[in-house]
């Protein structure tokens, strides 16, 4: 009897230790590096909450994954994964939705403030609104048919948000390969990261105004096969008149699934934006070769995304006790109302 309490007592005692030692791993130097499973203890439910949002979002509108996919990435880009490019305008900052790169152009605000708001109900003031992005990225890539991946999650939001940085760090789809590369590089990302992430544009759309140089003008971008130039004359221009807010999908073939038919586009010219062709096209001998190389090997493609997404969402991440959780993703707290 009293060994049978002994062991019983023992085996409670482990397990008791094991769980303070899966606390501590996601506890432990809380200005260190991200990681999954953050949330654990302080709101378990939070990746459930935001796959169910995205879910719900997306079963009424399909584009609507890209465009959360979108988000993430134009929010890491202007001075880290930090929720900045959610913020509204205020009387100290002009924020970064109205940049050049983002006005009329990323969308999906509303589906993350609901998330948001059904998350503070559920433990308010633990998940923060850049983690929020970060999940909802990977959500939006499984429901398409994509790979999915561990989120590092850890991440704070911001004090503050800038126009001019996101003017400045969000590279123009009419930018040259030495231009992507550079801004890539800037961030800590390579050739390789470039090709891959530049693969979530196997779902989506994007405004005639972004790509009409290419099919205006005496010579058109040469670049273009000839039916698909043909075809996109016709879908942006009225007469010698581009219709800017035309949406012609990124993917021609298949539009709203996540594969690697995006690298068999741009290998027959057929890659929408020229920041896009132009990694076959005018590419880099290393760009080239691993459009190649996706094209022939999705798996390899999604493998490589995966790793591509994780780095990408640890660029310049606040932590620790830098930033803040917002209660609300529009406004910091100190502005809030929420």
């Not at 991946?149 to 996101?166: F, I, N, Y």
């Not at 196997?202 to 099919?215: D, K, P, Q």
Request: aromatic content about 8%.
């Amino acid at each position: 009897m009293q060994r049978g309490f002994t062991m019983a007592t023992a085996l409670r005692f482990c397990f008791v230790l094991a769980l303070i030692s899966v606390w501590v791993s996601t506890r432990a130097n809380p200005n260190g590096p991200l990681q999954p499973g953050y949330y654990l203890w302080t709101c378990p439910k939070a990746e459930a909450i935001i796959s169910a949002g995205v879910q719900r979002a997306v079963a009424q509108e399909a584009r609507m994954a890209a465009s959360l996919l979108r988000l993430h990435f134009h929010d890491c880009f202007v001075n880290g994964c930090d929720g900045s490019v959610l913020l509204d305008d205020t009387p100290t900052f002009e924020g970064e939705k109205t940049a050049a790169p983002n006005n009329n152009s990323i969308r999906g605000f509303q589906v993350i403030d609901a998330i948001k708001e059904e998350l503070e109900s559920a433990c308010p003031g633990h998940v923060s609104c850049a983690d929020i992005l970060a999940v909802a990225a990977r959500d939006s890539v499984v429901l398409t048919g994509g790979p999915s991946w561990e989120v590092q999650l850890g991440r704070r939001d911001s004090l503050t948000a800038s126009k001019a940085d996101a003017n400045n760090s969000i590279v123009s789809p009419t930018s040259d390969i030495s231009a992507l590369i550079e801004n890539f590089k800037d961030v800590g990302l390579t050739e390789k990261d470039l090709v891959a992430l530049s693969g979530a544009h196997t779902i989506g759309n994007a405004r005639c105004r972004t790509f009409s140089s290419r099919l205006m003008g005496v010579e058109p971008d040469g670049t273009l096969q000839t039916e698909y130039l043909t075809s996109l004359q016709q879908v942006c221009t009225q007469g010698f008149v581009i219709n800017n807010d035309t949406l012609p999908s990124l993917d021609l073939e298949t539009p709203v699934t996540f594969d690697n038919q995006y690298y068999a586009n741009l290998r027959s010219g057929e890659g929408l934006l020229k920041s896009d062709q132009l990694l076959y096209s005018n590419g880099t001998e290393t760009t080239r070769e691993l459009v190649e190389f996706y094209m022939k090997g999705q798996q390899e493609f999604f493998e490589q995304f995966k790793e591509s997404m994780v780095k990408m969402g640890n660029i310049k991440p606040l932590t620790g006790t830098s930033g803040e959780i917002r209660r609300n993703c529009k406004s910091i707290n100190s502005q809030s109302t929420a």
